[in-house]
Nanobody
Framework: QVRLVESGGGLVQPGGSLKLSCAASRSIFSFDAMGWYRQAPGKERELVAR???????DYADSVKGRFTISTDNTKNTMYLQMNSLKPEDTAVYYCNAVNWGAHYWGQGTQVTVSS
């Protein structure tokens, strides 16, 4: 069983930055891809950013140029650096990992952007 644990969420003012972390219970090399999703109140969960095992990244248009996804294989951890945050980035952010078509999810971490 895979366990994913997110951390780093919180309250930040517009224009500020946060860095989310997702620690995996096993080597992230074993995953085909990992990603960050978010879900705002009353909205569907959406993909924010994704990184494949080969290092290819993909971002939602709404976060391109502001967010950066990365991994540290020595720590089995994935990150999401979020800069120039906007109120519309407010959501619960979820870590996701995919292996042979099976999806694994973390418990989520709240990000609130407000003055």
């Amino acid at each position: 069983q895979v366990r994913l644990v997110e951390s780093g969420g919180g309250l930040v003012q517009p224009g500020g930055s946060l860095k989310l972390s997702c620690a995996a219970s096993r080597s992230i090399f074993s995953f085909d891809a990992m990603g960050w999703y978010r879900q705002a109140p009353g909205k569907e969960r959406e993909l924010v950013a994704r990184i494949t095992n080969g290092g290819t990244t993909d971002y939602a248009d709404s976060v391109k140029g502001r967010f950066t996804i990365s991994t540290d294989n020595t720590k089995n951890t994935m990150y999401l650096q979020m800069n120039s945050l906007k109120p519309e980035d407010t959501a619960v952010y979820y870590c996701n990992a995919v292996n042979w078509g099976a999806h694994y999810w973390g418990q989520g971490t709240q990000v609130t952007v407000s003055s």
